[in-house]
Each structure stands twice: as C-alpha cells, then as structure tokens.
C-alpha cells in the first residue's frame, strides 16, 4: 500500500527488495512517540558474490544495507532505505579482521557504531528530521601514538549541530597513574547534514574533512 508516497506494509519482512534476506532486526522508538519502530539491515544473496579465499574458505562477500520503518497502529511506514551502503561482514580486514558493525537504537537517535579491535573504533549518530535520518554526530578513537606508557587511544567527537570539533589526545600517564588527555575545540564550517539514504559506502565517508 502506498499512501500520500509513504510506503506502508503490514510485517517487516513485507519490505525487503528481490534478492536480500534480513540481516538484523533490531527495535527501538527512533521518532519519540512512544512506539518500537524498526530497523533491518539486509543482505544481498548474489551467488557471484561469494568467494573462496586461500586462508579463510568460502566468504560470501554481499553488501548489507539498511531500512528503516515507523510502526503506525497496525502496520508499518518505510521512513528511509539504502540497499548497500554497508560493506560485507567478511571483507579483507590485512594483518587483522575487519571491522565490526553494530547498529542500535538510543534516546531516539540511530547508532552505526564500528569496532576494530587494538586499531581502534567510530560511530555515527543519526537523528530522524526532514524525512530523513541526518548524521549529526562522530565519534571515533584511535591507537595512540605511544603503547607502552599512555591510555590506548586518542579520541574526537564532533557534534554537526553546534559545529564543533573535540579532539582529545592521550598523554603519557601521570606519576599517579590516571589517564589524561590533551584537549583541543575547533569550529567547524558545516553546510549541509549528510543523510542516511544518499550515503553510497561508509568505509569512503571522510571525516577528515572536518
């Protein structure tokens, strides 16, 4: 069913496209009224896309993406969709795994949060405006420059909204052994909110940039 453009479908699953199955489900209120929404995140099936890697066997190497869904009374509304915006759970990761992909639902805001173990982790914080779900925070941290005397990473977080930049850099640890960082603000000049549906690959998003 398809009322005033918005999408509208009875079950979750009703809204996968040819040629994925559900990945995830996770649930959670992303627009405060009270009520468990939906997220999937998908996977393609494609056979091409599945590979025999010399050390690691078979790794099926589909992208993920993701849909987003409001419960309405008895059905649900597709708020925002992205095919492939994520890559593949087995993409090479070198001399160590590839990063780990978590998505979660939190005070309203969606979360994609990666993990990549001693190298480091960032997540990004969506919030759903302008019928769409706009990145309005990251945050990230980093393998230090220093390993045996200091905290394990250096850490930013930058809020799209106030335009600001936090960056913390770890320092060696004091006498007392606390962990202290450096801190350092910078404005930022920020235009436009980049948004969920028109984000072709995370791993080429560049918050350098910022």
């Known amino acids: 069913m398809v009322f005033g453009q918005v999408e ?10 040819e040629g994925f199955v559900v990945f995830e489900k996770i649930n959670g209120d992303l627009n405060k009224d ?3 929404d939906c997220v999937l995140i998908i996977k393609g099936t494609d056979r091409n896309k599945i590979i025999t890697d ?18 309405k009374n008895d059905y649900y509304e597709l708020a925002i969709k992205n095919y492939d915006c994520f890559s593949s759970e087995n993409e ?3 001399v160590y ?8 639902i939190k ?7 990666y993990t990549h173990g001693r190298y480091g982790y960032w997540t990004y914080t969506f919030r759903f405006k302008n019928s ?7 945050d990230a941290g980093y393998r230090s420059n220093f390993v045996f005397d200091c905290v394990t990473f250096d850490e930013e977080s930058i809020n799209f909204l106030s335009k600001k930049k936090l960056i913390k850099k ?23 909110l980049i948004k969920l549906s028109e984000i072709s690959d995370f791993d080429e998003l560049d918050m350098t940039v910022y």
């Open 8 to 17: 509208q479908k009875q079950n979750p699953t009703d809204f996968l496209p």
């Open 34 to 36: 009270g009520v468990e």
């Open 54 to 71: 010399e050390y690691r066997g078979q790794l099926d190497r589909n992208r993920r993406g993701i849909i987003v869904l409001f419960k």
């Open 92 to 94: 090479d990761g070198g």
């Open 97 to 104: 795994f590839a990063p780990e992909l978590s998505v979660e």
């Open 107 to 113: 005070n309203g805001k969606l979360y994609a949060h």
């Open 132 to 138: 769409d779900f706009e990145l309005i925070g990251y």
């Open 170 to 192: 770890a320092l060696k640890v004091a006498s007392d052994g606390k962990e202290r960082y450096k801190e350092t603000w910078k404005n930022l000049s920020v235009s436009k």
